[in-house]
């Protein structure tokens, strides 16, 4: 926390690719940060997969680097509404509306539709949620990718 209206953040992550016997790992960072305008109003900012290439086999492959831009707003204490924009480098825009209710600052169930600029029909509805026990987060996220099929994303966290 820069002060109690900016806050900013890092995330290292290991980025594994498999597809049949063809394997690959490396590594990327996300940066962000979220302006607090009011209790109620949010503005954030998030540039996504900064990192080297990923090697699979001999050969090397750039990181979706991606920009991402959006609001939120508290609508009661525990309901969140946001609107946000995602600019992948080498893709079309997308417009992600969603929500999330929150019980007792422990339990959260989210929900979200995400609109795909390109008409290549990946557009669709998300669900998710997640389980805070003091310092330590867990989130599952539920994303169909329909002609792909289903992803299941799972987060582990920890403030400081």
């Known amino acids: 926390m820069i002060n109690t ?12 690719q498999k597809n049949a ?9 996300d940066i962000g940060t979220i ?10 900012l998030s540039i996504k997969n900064i990192g080297p290439k990923l090697k699979i086999n001999n050969n090397e492959f750039p990181l979706p680097l991606m920009f991402d831009t959006g609001i939120s707003y508290t609508l009661f204490k525990n309901v969140i509404l946001s609107i946000d924009f995602k600019k992948p480098i080498d893709n079309f825009w997308k417009l992600n509306i969603g929500g999330e209710w929150k019980y007792s600052d422990i ?38 990718f329909k002609i792909f099929g289903d992803t299941h ?3 582990l966290s920890y403030s400081f």
């Open 5 to 16: 209206r900016l806050i900013s953040g890092l995330n290292i992550k290991i980025i594994n």
């Open 21 to 29: 016997d063809v394997e690959g790992t490396g590594f990327g960072i």
């Open 35 to 44: 302006y607090k305008t009011s209790d109620k109003l949010q503005l954030g």
């Open 107 to 144: 339990v959260s169930l989210r929900a979200g539709y995400e609109y795909d600029f390109s008409g290549n029909s990946m557009s669709g509805l998300h669900l998710g949620g997640g389980l805070k026990l003091k310092k330590i987060e867990i989130d599952y996220a539920y994303i169909p």
């Open 153 to 155: 994303r799972i987060s």
